[in-house]
């Protein structure tokens, strides 16, 4: 498995022509293996689909292979120190390399459940054009398994996403007499000291303390000496499950005198904790880390809100690692195979 992962680790997937070879590359090692792995494209991105096992049940293994950019040397993975660490290592090519290698060691084995390996090529921009794909097309299952990075703890929950711009107008004047005119970055800046306030904000959950809110640009302005009149702020809010996403809009609306628009709008995850799904993984879980096992929710989105969509449970559920986006991106070998056994002890307690 590790030299597996150092192999896809080499592919740099950071383009979208990278991460199709990724794919072709986990299509051709699945062949290898004795499975029937089927290539699927959709707008120009591969994903390969591959099945296994019997049973009323499908459990689906989904996990991406392209990666967010890195310098030359990240695509060369370096093993130190029981870690291995390279761009892409952590999120999320381990978690793809463990679930390759559980199908093949379930291959020939009598389980009473189906699998559905999904290896996707698009996730970090979006993930529609694989796994939204996918599951438009009724590959769904029963329960979702993604891979991502999670110190082998069960991420239940994801915020949801929403994506807006926020347009002020000003009036201008010379900047030599700022008083004559109305500034709109400034105007745009108290509309954000406002929305910080507002109800949504003070809102908590079980898993989290609170939504965040992440002003990501400000565009206004044109020469030093005039008063903008125009400024557009662009937020990134990440919301709770259970929040409405049309009534913080409303909100917003209601403290900005300019247009609001919505550019993403992401659902949340919000599996529950006593789904039986979950309640089979978790001793299997606890055998494997002589522990109780550990539940919370992301921050940020996975591929896991595409079923979500659909009303079926998924979790995030992966092996240890750190860094991920960063420069010295590793993931924890120990806890891989780890994560490997214990994907193929939940699959085998059916």
């Not at 400034?186 to 910080?196: C, D, I, P, S, T």
């Not at 929040?243 to 609001?260: A, F, L, N, R, Y």
């Amino acid at each position: 498995m590790k030299e597996l992962l150092k192999e896809l680790i080499l592919i740099d997937s950071s383009t979208k022509e990278g991460a199709n070879q990724a794919v072709e590359f986990c299509k051709q090692w699945l062949i290898e293996h004795k499975l029937q792995p089927s290539l699927i494209e959709n707008n120009g991105y591969k994903m390969v689909v591959c099945e296994i096992g019997e049973g009323d049940k499908t459990i689906v293994f989904n996990g991406h292979v392209d990666v967010v950019s890195g310098k030359k040397e990240q695509f060369v993975p370096v093993e130190k120190d029981g870690r291995i660490y390279a761009r892409g290592a952590a999120d999320m090519k381990a978690g793809v390399a463990a679930m390759m290698v559980a199908m093949k060691e379930l291959r020939n084995q009598k389980i009473g459940v189906k699998i559905q390996l999904q290896i996707v090529s698009d996730e970090e921009i979006g993930g529609m054009n694989c796994t939204g794909y996918l599951v438009e097309n009724d590959y769904r299952g029963d329960f979702v398994i993604s891979s991502e990075p999670t110190q082998l703890g069960i991420a239940l929950q994801a915020k949801g996403v929403l994506r807006l711009e926020v347009e002020v107008t000003g009036k201008a004047a010379h900047g030599s007499r700022p008083w004559e005119g109305d500034n709109a970055i400034v105007k745009a800046y108290r509309v954000y000291e406002k929305l910080l306030e507002l109800p949504f904000t003070k809102e908590s959950s079980e898993l989290y303390p609170s939504p965040s809110v992440n002003l990501a640009i400000i565009s206004g302005g044109e020469v030093f000496n005039k008063v903008p009149d125009h400024c557009v702020m662009s937020l990134d809010i990440r919301y709770l499950p259970g929040q409405d996403p049309d009534s913080i809009v409303q909100q917003i609306e209601g403290i900005s005198e300019g247009k609001v628009t919505v550019g993403l709008k992401g659902i949340p995850v919000a599996t529950k904790q006593d789904d039986p799904f979950i309640n089979q993984l978790k001793p299997v879980l606890e055998k494997h880390i002589a522990g109780e096992a550990v539940t919370f929710g992301q921050h940020g989105a996975a591929d896991t809100q595409y079923f979500a969509a659909h009303g079926i449970p998924a979790i995030e559920f992966g092996p240890s690692g750190a860094n991920w986006h960063g420069d010295d991106e590793y993931i924890e070998l120990e806890s891989l195979e780890k994560y490997k056994d214990i994907l193929i002890d939940y699959v085998k307690s059916y």
